[in-house]
């Protein structure tokens, strides 16, 4: 198979850990007899020092025309960089904002993975977390109270501020059956997250989720009020495969999710939408401190990169090497400076790259 992936390095870390996805991903075209094409765009504080803008028209094409996008990540240091002196809408980020509207990327998908060898970062207790968890939170991204009217205005003598909250029909259908279906490669669970019992969008939410539901009569699937989700997050991790919510919700469960996990470096996610184009970065930031010191993790973007093979190019086989390789370097003691203890092997982002291409 052929495709044409859109990289964006980006700023800080970014050129560094994208080239080691690149790497692997090169590892994976020679196994499977793939081609995969790079088209090099810019985008946030490098596309500013070349262009003037965080992300340019043709940047944006170019992405657009492409089978999906890598992204490392953007931005610099926010109180000394002088990226951030500049109006809101020519900062790094809004570039990001641009191309995740621009290519209509209405799903964002975090995985929350506990591996077995890096549980002791995790800061829940061993018994809640024995045999690890594995869980994909998928979050609406487009719509609801973040997108929708607001104010804030003087009534009878004092300032009041309004926030709305919206969903349609479509808006849900589209987001559901994208949760069913990636159910469907994993372990045909979904649990839809609301809050029914108070919000008008909740109910509408859970209607059009059992409407969705009985298209998949294989997957499992049950509704959870988001108060108790946030609880059982803590209490109960590995009796979540897919969880399925709203904007601001999934903003909330999708941190907590990865924070129990413990390592930022290793948290991969993926942008998508109704086809099979999507957007895979790693959940972590430009990280400036520990930018060109080639001791970066690079997982986080490389196990993006297998989600890009999943979900946009149906290679199912060709992830899972990926996925595998990491848990063998991890499991052979290699580590990066950010997930190291006594004991291992200390490793710095290209022979991090390296290891695991080679187990490809
Ligand atoms: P950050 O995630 O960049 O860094 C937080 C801490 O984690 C730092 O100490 C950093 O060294 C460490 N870290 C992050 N990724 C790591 C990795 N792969 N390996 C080892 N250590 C890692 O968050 P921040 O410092 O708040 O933000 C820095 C810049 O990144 C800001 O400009 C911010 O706006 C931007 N940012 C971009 C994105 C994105 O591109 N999607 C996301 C979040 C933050």
């Not at 995740?100 to 993975?113: H, Q, T």
């Not at 919206?166 to 559901?176: C, D, K, T």
């Amino acid at each position: 198979m052929e495709k044409n992936i859109a990289v964006i390095k980006g700023d800080g870390i970014g050129p560094e850990i994208v080239e080691e996805a690149m790497k692997v991903l090169d590892a994976v075209a020679k196994k499977y007899t793939h081609k995969f094409n790079y088209t090099q765009i810019l985008m946030g504080g490098c596309s500013i020092d070349a262009y003037g803008v965080p992300l340019s028209d043709e940047a944006l094409e170019i992405a657009r025309n492409s089978d999906s996008v890598l992204l490392g990540s953007i931005g610099g240091d926010t109180s000394t960089s002088p990226w951030y002196k500049l109006e809101p809408q020519l900062r790094p980020e809004a570039g990001l904002l641009k191309i995740r509207k621009e290519l209509g990327l209405f799903a964002n998908l975090r995985p929350a993975y506990l591996y077995e060898e890096l549980k002791g970062a995790c800061p829940l207790k061993e018994e809640l977390t024995e045999g690890g968890f594995d869980m994909m939170i998928m979050r609406e991204l487009t719509g609801g109270l973040y997108f929708g009217m607001r104010s804030t205005e003087v009534e009878n003598g004092e300032l009041i501020a309004r926030d709305s909250m919206s969903y349609s029909e479509g808006e849900i259908r589209r987001i559901a059956r994208r949760g069913f279906d990636i159910a469907m490669k994993r372990r045909k669970k979904v649990t839809s997250v609301d809050k029914a019992n108070v919000l008008d969008t909740s109910r509408l939410w859970r209607k059009v989720v059992e409407e969705i539901a009985a298209d998949y009569p294989e997957v499992e699937y049950e509704h959870m009020l988001v108060d108790n989700a946030a609880m059982q997050l803590v209490k109960n991790p590995k009796q979540f495969d897919v969880v399925l919510t709203e904007n601001m919700f999934g903003d909330i469960l999708s941190d907590e999710a990865s924070m129990v996990t413990g390592s930022i470096g290793m948290l991969s996610s993926a942008s998508l939408r109704e086809d099979k184009f999507g957007m895979y970065e790693p959940s972590h930031g430009s990280a400036p401190d520990i930018a060109g010191k080639n001791i970066a993790n690079p997982i986080a973007t490389i196990l993006s990169a297998a989600m890009m093979l999943r979900y946009s190019f149906d290679m199912d086989d060709e992830a899972n090497a990926i996925e595998s390789a990491v848990k063998q370097i991890l499991a052979e003691g290699y580590r990066t400076i950010d997930i190291m203890s006594d004991g291992k092997t200390l490793v710095g982002t290209k022979e991090c790259g390296d290891l695991i291409a080679a187990r490809i």
